[in-house]
């Protein structure tokens, strides 16, 4: 998507490369294609044409750099103003010290509040807080029965008042309780309400007023549409926010309802959900957020991601290999084990910026089951042989494809994919974070993590061949510049 | 009307309409609640485009039509749908003042053009059981909108099957059990983080035991880019039609009316991995409009077969495009 941004906005650019100024007349189509992406990622329409405003005027009148193509210099400020929009960077949830904090978590029905309830005991519990749940979500059948689970999964106590009726008694009591068992942070999950339903927002007014908690956070789905400013805004006129958490982001929504949410409460964003699984809670990163809302990748989240979900001894013994220039199938197996997790790769994936071919492939693929065949081929083989694969002749290559049920031109294919691999893997060893980054883009581009494939070599645009008329104007203006620099000096 | 107080009319209003015809009496109430539900959304639409109108009418130019496209974006049915309309009434009005019921006209015109569909009621087994899979996002009021469905054939004299088949999210078997008990149907569960398709599968062979009407099996939320709890959707299918085989005749997708473009891509995920015949479309009675199965009309072959308006078991209607339009931009109602 993003690349579908970015190539539509050369196109739309075209006549004006070495052009002097962003102008509105000029800027007309891109603007256009600009706009129609962010009503597609659900930007609220409202804060779109504001949007727009801002940009145009930022952009009006700026000189196209002759270093950057006036498309990239547009994304360029498109992607600050989005970044500057959606931030700060989230703080996390402000925990008292010696007293107790109140949280609470309010939203449309199905936004996802009591899993992310569950969630953000755990991130708390796992910083040695002692945590209680409460149910006051008396509403849907069997939303405390789910949130007790819930708990007992956590190995957090949960506040259940059987038989009560009243949600906001059920909070004044869990809070006296939580102070009598002294425990630090009391998460109060309500019942989902609809913004216009004035006789619930009004029971969320009073647990509000009658508990007063540290924290009103507003859960808010992902996948929302243009309605997202009218809820935001009813909620926070009700309840006034103190943060917002996005749920459901592991998917393909651009999210880009936040970006309304944020524009109408104006509080910060503080966590963004991204899975059913209770520690699929990322704190929120607004240069990550532009990127997705544009349909770019998150290299920054990947990075983390990698970092929170991969072993960390494994990695560590992996390192040290790498370090000493070694890189056996042994190695490239337990990186292979790291990816093995369900659904890791898919998010690993998206994260990345899936590009459209990828995307075709996996479905095509199994990519993880494809892992699982690997890691099968290289326990079938003997130590000797993962040292040193070339020992590997057709009799061996028999005994390990019927060692791991596979046929024997796949392990042909792993030994050659390790041969690619690992000369990249040792140039890797030596390199800092960001030399990494910037090769796992190209990987991502050649096709790596896609077991079984060869290498494909994308041939980038080589652009527009200039004539010789062309490229002696551009030298002369190239000149002139030059000139005009030494003449400022 | 505020939602709050149709809770408390709902008895009335209901009653007034039953006057009217001398249809059954839920289906007529659920009629007026498609109203209700979208008294919201009409009541929000219709100020928007009043606010673009004087009283004397208004030139329309590249400004109006702008104004226009806005209007139409904020109901989610996204860029495509909504300049399509505004070329349409461009091209016929361009450089006239127009008043607020042509351009209304116009525009419903061109929406019942958009949504229209097939009369299209459930498919129901010539035979035995008929077996509806309900299928959907996290969040998305599946449960709810099985409970509604549940009600409906209760109250038209058919025996209910209800198979719990979502064994991931915790207490979601409890939550549809409550359901069950409240409406009064049968309930087959499995073991949570059991397989959803062997709950499928006793669910069906329940249901042909007791010679039940209607079998309908609930699945745990998912992203339609979780390929592999997509690939569970065509194993839970292939396992219930070991015993009917054209079972399941009904696969219906839920879809929450607040979702907004990527609703199109849950409509394309589901129906290519669980061949989804129909679309309900819950959660109509907020603000939100619902709009977006504008362009997945366009795009799939999917008919909307029901909307849910409410919390309540009796909150579901047949979903009608003409009403639908119709109550869209409805100018009569204050």
């Known amino acids: 998507m993003f690349e579908s941004l970015q190539d539509g906005l050369r196109g739309a650019f075209k006549t004006l490369r070495g052009k002097g100024k962003l102008t509105e007349a000029n800027m007309r189509d891109g603007l256009r294609l600009l706009e129609q992406t962010l009503v597609e990622a659900d930007v609220g329409y409202e804060v779109v044409r504001d949007f727009m405003d801002h940009v145009t005027e930022r952009a009006l009148g700026e000189k196209v750099l002759l270093s950057l193509n006036p498309d990239e210099q547009l994304m360029h400020i498109v992607y600050q103003e989005l970044v500057q929009l959606l931030g700060p960077e989230a703080s996390p949830i402000r925990i008292k010290k010696d007293a107790l904090t109140i949280l609470m978590v309010c939203g449309l029905q199905g936004s996802g509040k009591t899993t992310t309830c569950g969630k953000l005991a755990k991130l708390i519990e796992e910083e040695k807080k002692h945590t209680m749940l409460v149910a006051a979500d008396l509403q849907r059948p069997a939303a405390i029965e789910q949130l007790r689970v819930l708990g007992e999964q956590i190995g957090v106590p949960v506040y259940i008042a059987p038989g009560e009726m009243d949600p906001v008694k059920v909070c004044r009591d869990a809070v006296k309780e939580a102070r009598k068992q002294q425990v630090d942070v009391v998460i109060l999950d ?4 609809l913004a216009i339903d004035r006789e619930l927002m009004a029971q969320l007014q009073r647990i509000d007023s009658q508990v007063n908690p540290d924290q009103v956070v507003l859960v808010v789905d992902g996948m929302t549409g243009q309605d997202a400013v009218n809820s935001a805004r009813a909620f926070n006129e009700a309840l006034e ?7 459901k982001l592991d998917g393909d929504a651009r999210g880009g309802a936040l970006l309304s949410v944020k524009h109408v409460t104006g509080v910060p964003v503080k966590f963004i959900g991204t899975g059913e699984h209770l520690d699929a809670l990322e704190l929120f990163r607004p240069d990550g957020m532009a990127g997705r809302i544009l349909g770019a990748g998150d290299l920054a989240a990947l990075v983390d991601l990698a970092r929170r979900k991969v072993d960390e001894e494994a990695q560590k013994k992996a390192q040290e290999d790498l370090e000493k220039g070694q890189f056996t199938l042994d190695t490239f197996k337990t990186v292979l084990k790291q990816f093995q997790e369900p659904g890791l790769m898919m998010r690993m994936l998206q994260l990345m910026g899936m590009t459209p071919d990828m995307k075709e492939m996996l479905e095509n693929e199994d990519a993880e089951g494809g892992m699982k065949r690997m890691v099968g081929m290289i326990d079938s083989m003997t130590p000797a042989e993962r040292r040193n694969p070339k020992l590997i002749d057709p009799s061996r290559r028999n005994r390990i494809a019927k060692g791991a049920g596979v046929q024997p031109h796949e392990v042909s294919g792993l030994v050659k994919q390790y041969d690619m691999m690992s000369p990249m893997f040792k140039h890797m060893a030596g390199m800092g974070v960001g030399d990494r ?6 990987m991502q581009t050649s096709g790596m993590l896609n077991p079984g494939a060869q290498f494909r070599m994308k041939k980038g645009d080589t652009g527009k061949r200039l004539t010789s008329d062309e490229r002696r104007q551009k030298q002369k203006l190239r000149e002139k510049l030059k000139r005009q620099k030494k003449k400022k000096r | 009307m505020a939602w709050f107080t149709r809770k408390t009319e709902d008895k009335a209003s209901s009653s007034a309409e039953q006057a009217a015809s001398a249809d059954a009496a839920n289906r007529q109430a659920s009629g007026g609640r498609l109203k209700q539900g979208l008294a919201k959304t009409w009541q929000f639409l219709n100020t928007d485009v009043r606010d673009l109108f004087k009283d004397e009418g208004r030139l329309v130019d590249e400004d109006f039509l702008r104004d226009l496209y806005a209007v139409l974006v904020k109901t989610d049915m996204g ?28 525009i419903k015109v061109e929406i019942k ?3 229209a569909q097939p009369d299209e009621p459930l498919q129901f087994a010539a035979s035995g059981p008929t077996v509806i899979m309900v299928v959907g996002v996290n969040g998305s009021g599946k449960t709810t909108s099985i409970a509604k469905l549940a009600r409906r054939f209760i109250d038209d004299g058919k025996r209910v099957v209800l198979g719990a088949g979502d064994t991931f999210r915790a207490a979601a078997v409890e939550q549809l059990s409550i359901w069950a008990q409240r409406v009064g149907c049968e309930i087959v569960k499995g073991k949570q983080g059991g397989d959803p398709a062997s709950v499928a599968f006793s669910a069906v062979a329940r249901a042909l035991e007791t010679s039940a009407d209607i079998c309908i099996v609930d699945t745990a939320g998912r992203l ?8 569970q959707l065509e194993k839970i299918r292939r396992v219930i039609s070991k015993q009917i085989p054209e079972a399941p005749h009904e696969t219906l997708l839920v879809l929450d009316a607040t979702a907004g473009q990527n609703a199109i891509s849950q409509a394309r995920g589901f129906s290519e991995a669980a061949g989804c015949t129909g679309i309900i479309l819950a959660k109509l009675d ?49």
Not at chain 1, 437 to 442: D, G, P
Not at chain 2, 80 to 89: E, F, L, S
Not at chain 2, 301 to 328: Q, R, S
């Open chain 2, 113 to 115: 053009s958009l949504i």
């Open chain 1, 437 to 442: 980054m910037k090769l796992a883009k190209q």
């Open chain 2, 224 to 231: 339609q880019t979780q390929t592999n709890l997509m690939q």
């Open chain 2, 79 to 106: 860029g495509g749908p909504a300049d399509r309309i505004c070329k349409r009434i461009g091209s016929d009005f361009r450089a006239r003042k127009v008043h607020m019921g042509d351009i209304l006209d116009v």
């Open chain 1, 190 to 193: 309500t019942a989902g309400r």
């Open chain 2, 286 to 334: 907020g603000t939100a409009k619902g709009g977006v199965i504008i362009p997945i009309r366009q795009q799939f072959n999917l008919p909307v077969k029901f909307i849910g308006v409410g919390e309540k078991d009796t909150d579901l209607a047949i979903f009608d495009a003409e009403k639908f339009a119709e109550a869209m931009f409805d100018q009569s109602k204050k």
């Open chain 1, 241 to 247: 926010l103190d943060g917002v958490i996005m749920t």
